[in-house]
T-cell receptor, first 108, second 115 residues
Framework: RKEVEQDPGPFNVPEGATVAFNCTYS??????FFWYRQDCRKEPKLLMS???SGNEDGRFTAQLNRASQYISLLIRDSKLSDSATYLC?????????FGKGTTLSVSS | NAGVTQTPKFRVLKTGQSMTLLCAQD?????MYWYRQDPGMGLRLIHY???????AKGEVPDGYNVSRLKKQNFLLGLESAAPSQTSVYFC??????????????FGEGSRLTVL
C-alpha cells in the first residue's frame, strides 16, 4: 500500500458547488497532515494543516479520521480561483510524502 | 525575504552530462528536501537532510547525489544524466521533521530536460 493515496479526479464542478476530496495514509504513527494547493507550473503552497480531528478556514474544512486513516478536504461555495491540484501530505519517517494530487476544475 | 531559492530554473542537458542544482534557504531551517515531479506521478522524494552535514535517501534516490555542507544550502547532483531524469525538481525546507513536521516551504522549481 502506498504511503498516501488520493483520487486523481479530475473533479469538474460549477461555481458555488461543494466538493470533497479524500486521502488515505498508511503510517499510523503520523501526527500532522497537510493539504497543499498547486497551481499549474507553480510550486505547492500550504493550504491547511490538520493536527487533530479537524480544521476549518473560511470555505475550507479539513478533517482527520485516525481510526480509518484518512483525511478529507471540503470546499464549499467553489470559486473559479479554486481550480488547482490539491495535494494530500503525510509524514513517513523523517520526511513528508505527497499524494499524487486531485485536480479540481471550477467552471462558470 | 527570499525564502527558498533554486538555481538554475531551466536547464537542458545531453545524456551523460553532469550538473548540480543548488537550493538555498534563508529561514534557518534544519530540514531540507529534494523532490521531483512528473506527470501522473505526483511529488516524489529524492533525498533529504535533517541538518548540516547529514543526508538521507528518499523514495527515488538512484542516479542522484546530495550534499549539505552548509545549513542554508542543499545541493542535488546528477553525475550522468539520463532522459528518465527529465522532470521538474523542487527543493523545500521545514523547521521541524518527523511525525510533527511543519509546513514545507518550496522553491519555484527547476525544469530539467535531458536529451
Amino acid at each position: 500500500r502506498k504511503e498516501v493515496e488520493q483520487d486523481p479526479g479530475p473533479f469538474n464542478v460549477p461555481e458555488g458547488a461543494t466538493v470533497a476530496f479524500n486521502c488515505t495514509y498508511s503510517n499510523s504513527a503520523s501526527q500532522s497532515f497537510f493539504w497543499y494547493r498547486q497551481d499549474c507550473r507553480k510550486e505547492p503552497k500550504l493550504l491547511m494543516s490538520v493536527y487533530s480531528s479537524g480544521n476549518e478556514d473560511g470555505r475550507f474544512t479539513a478533517q482527520l479520521n485516525r481510526a480509518s486513516q484518512y483525511i478529507s478536504l471540503l470546499i464549499r461555495d467553489s470559486k473559479l480561483s479554486d481550480s488547482a491540484t490539491y495535494l494530500c501530505v503525510a509524514p513517513a519517517g523523517t520526511a513528508l510524502i505527497f499524494g499524487k494530487g486531485t485536480t479540481l476544475s471550477v467552471s462558470s | 525575504n527570499a525564502g527558498v531559492t533554486q538555481t538554475p530554473k531551466f536547464r537542458v542537458l545531453k545524456t551523460g552530462q553532469s550538473m548540480t542544482l543548488l537550493c538555498a534557504q534563508d529561514m534557518n531551517h534544519e530540514y531540507m528536501y529534494w523532490y521531483r515531479q512528473d506527470p501522473g506521478m505526483g511529488l516524489r522524494l529524492i533525498h533529504y537532510s535533517v541538518g548540516e552535514g547529514t543526508t538521507a535517501k528518499g523514495e527515488v534516490p538512484d542516479g542522484y547525489n546530495v550534499s549539505r555542507l552548509k545549513k542554508q544550502n542543499f545541493l542535488l547532483g546528477l553525475e550522468s544524466a539520463a532522459p528518465s531524469q527529465t522532470s521538474v525538481y523542487f527543493c523545500a525546507s521545514s523547521y521541524a521533521g518527523g511525525p510533527w513536521t511543519g509546513e514545507l516551504f518550496f522553491g519555484e522549481g527547476s525544469r530539467l530536460t535531458v536529451l
